[in-house]
């Protein structure tokens, strides 16, 4: 089974920038359509990012022009680069398969806070 772990995230001010990472393990994932999800306190886990096995990109209209979803193939990874960050930004973020194909992984915090 596909083993996914998140880091990279934090603290940071509003107006800030974090990249987080998702590496997997137990198989190749270069073959799927890769996504990053966040949740919120009280709140769904949502869909923010994809990047498609071709690199075709899709975001969530809340974070289009301010994230960027990538992703090494060889280093078997996949990023998500988030500037300009607000505070409703504030989640914990998971990666997993477009749709999730293994179980999820700890994920991330990441918060926006002044």
């Known amino acids: 089974q596909v083993q996914l772990v998140e880091s990279g995230g934090g603290l940071v001010q509003p107006g800030g920038s974090l990249r987080l990472s998702c590496v997997a393990s137990?198989?190749?994932?270069?073959?799927?359509?890769m996504g990053w999800y966040r949740q919120a306190p009280g709140k769904p886990r949502d869909l923010v990012a994809s990047?498609?096995?071709?690199?075709?990109?899709n975001y969530a209209g809340s974070v289009k022009g301010r994230f960027t979803i990538s992703r090494d193939n060889a280093k078997n990874t996949v990023y998500l680069q988030m500037n300009s960050l607000k505070p409703e930004d504030t989640a914990v973020y998971y990666c997993?398969?477009?749709?999730?194909?293994?179980?999820w992984g700890q994920g991330t915090q990441v918060t926006v806070s002044s």
């Open positions: 990047i498609g096995s071709g690199g075709t990109l």
């Open positions: 997993n398969g477009v749709p999730g194909f293994t179980s």
């Open positions: 137990g198989s190749m994932i270069s073959i799927y359509h």
